[in-house]
């Protein structure tokens, strides 16, 4: 049995046939050709090597050619390898593979799958290396599907790259059902299989299941660590998450950016800035590069912490920043009530050609609502979306209405929530109902609460806003007809509560407790 991929053969087939004179082809690996190959550094060269392969009649030999094509390929020359390709006479699946790479890397996934068919149609057969290819820039289930059967076909499932390929392709589009039969099935695992799951069930929220994933292990590398306090810190487990950073320093292994960033986002989560001061100072001792993602994370930390001189002094020492990066610092100004600052900036990023997407206009338009600024909110309101075609969503609507409500225009927010081309939800009507009480609008008050009732029942905070409006008034019927209403529904006022950072750890208090563990 030939490697993986290869056909069988019967053993009279796999032999030569006897010789006198065993002839051997020539080892490419003491070549002056390849030699050149391997120095070749300028796009330049390219034409050059390709004329010297034709002339010392090596083009057509398979390992000369996939080094070729890795030199147009470093070089960006996509479309000249792809010429380069079908000039060759056999090209083999290492040949086809080298460029199926290419197109991958580059997310090319319908020029892979072309590239894949003309493969197929050349009689090449795939190997366990040319999937993995395919699936890593695949993102249409269906596709993958019919991949994953091809797999089958081919004999390769128990190959555990094509098998880690095809796990980690399901957990990346959230079918983690799929993910986890391939998983049962395997034969042999490694610790790609089980980050793969732990990454799937992360996804989609399941963070319980990626935990027990997780304890199964029975290795755990820099990345699947990485994978796990990742989960935690984007699915609203910021303490698990900071509890799992330390248990990975305790064990020795290596700390990861994508650790670093999660621990930051957790931190900013809890509004723990010293715990927060003590990662940046820990990134600076071991003098970890502060990249884009990294910077990102510490700066929305700093902002969301309040410490905007800590946020700014990190924004303006990155050579390189990301549409985040301004958001972020923009939503941490707008945030602690620096309007003018995050105003200008947004020009600022505006004037580089940054174009600014979803969540920049969120932040502008909530600096606007701090700011009191209705005539600024409506121009970028406008003005964004029809100009860089960004989608509103309910952010957007609820941060408009919230400006308009608390400038006193009502009745322009009422429109703008019926205009809406997607349904209200409690938020927006949240809105309009505590702009209503700070105007004393008490028919769109009543209008705002009816729908709060449909949307959120539970809410008793809705209730008692419109029961203090009738009690101001001196509306004591109306006040008791709302209070009946939250009986009826058995509602309860939920009790406020917030937060200190104490020794780096985070303590919650709710309205009337005199005391906590641990807290003198």
């Known amino acids: 049995m030939g490697s993986c991929g290869t056909p069988h053969l019967t053993a009279s087939q796999a032999l030569p046939p006897p010789s006198r004179h065993l002839v051997f082809p020539p080892n490419p690996t003491k070549s002056p050709t390849l030699s050149l190959l391997n120095t070749a550094t300028l796009p330049s060269h390219l034409p050059q090597l390709h004329a010297r392969l034709i002339k010392t009649n090596t083009f057509h030999n398979n390992f000369y050619l996939s080094k070729l094509l890795s030199l147009y390929i470093h070089h960006n020359l996509l479309d000249d390898a792809l010429l380069l390709l079908h000039r060759a006479k056999k090209p083999n699946a290492l040949v086809w593979n080298t460029l199926l790479k290419a197109y991958s890397d580059h997310g090319l996934f319908s020029d892979a799958l072309l590239l894949f068919r003309l493969m197929l149609q050349s009689g090449v057969r795939p190997d366990c290396y040319t999937f993995p290819f395919l699936l890593k820039a695949c993102e249409v289930i269906c596709v993958g599907c019919s991949i994953h059967a091809l797999v089958l076909k081919l004999g390769l499932e128990a190959n555990l790259h094509a098998e880690n390929s095809l796990l980690g392709f399901y957990s990346r589009c959230c079918c983690v059902d799929d993910a986890q039969k391939v998983f049962d099935e395997m034969a042999e695992r490694d ?19 990626a935990m027990e994933i997780f304890d199964l292990m029975p290795e755990r590398d820099v990345v699947s660590w990485g994978a796990m306090i990742s989960g935690f810190a984007q699915n609203g487990f910021p303490e698990e998450a900071l509890c799992l950073f330390q248990e990975m320093q305790a064990v020795g292994v290596p700390i990861s950016e994508v650790a670093l960033v999660s621990s930051i986002s957790a931190c900013a989560s809890l509004g723990l800035r010293s715990l927060g001061l003590w990662l940046h100072a820990f990134i600076i001792r071991r003098g970890i590069a502060i990249g884009v993602f990294t910077g990102t994370a510490l700066v929305d930390m700093y902002g969301k912490c309040g410490d905007l001189g800590c946020a700014s002094q990190v924004f303006q020492s ?36 940054i174009e600014p997407n979803e969540v920049t206009l969120s932040n502008v338009l909530s600096a606007c609502r701090h700011g009191g600024l209705v005539n600024e909110g409506r121009h970028y309101f406008d003005k964004w979306s029809r100009e860089y075609g960004i989608l509103l969503n309910l952010d957007h609507y609820g941060c408009m209405v919230d400006l308009l409500g608390r400038s006193g225009c009502l009745d322009e927010a009422y429109r703008l929530i019926q205009s809406m081309p997607m349904e209200p939800n409690e938020v927006i009507w949240g809105a309009l109902l505590g702009a209503c009480k700070i105007h004393g609008n008490l028919i769109l008050a009543e209008e705002a ?72």
């Open 191 to 209: 610790v790609v299989s089980y980050t793969a799951l732990v990454s799937g069930y992360s996804k989609v929220g399941d963070v319980k299941s």
């Open 318 to 353: 990155m050579n390189e920043k990301s549409v985040a990066t301004w958001n972020s610092m923009i939503g941490g100004l707008a945030m602690n009530g620096s309007v003018t600052k995050a105003l200008s900036l947004i020009e600022e990023m505006v004037g580089r050609g």
């Open 449 to 520: 609460l009816k729908r709060l009732v449909e949307l959120d029942p539970a809410n008793g905070g809705n209730y008692v806003l419109l029961s203090n409006m009738y009690a101001e008034l001196g509306r004591w019927k109306d006040v008791e007809r709302v209070r009946a209403m939250m009986r009826d529904e058995t509602v309860v006022k939920t009790r406020g509560c917030s937060s200190i950072d104490l020794d780096s750890v985070a303590h919650e208090f709710s309205a009337g407790e005199e005391s906590y563990p641990g807290v003198l």
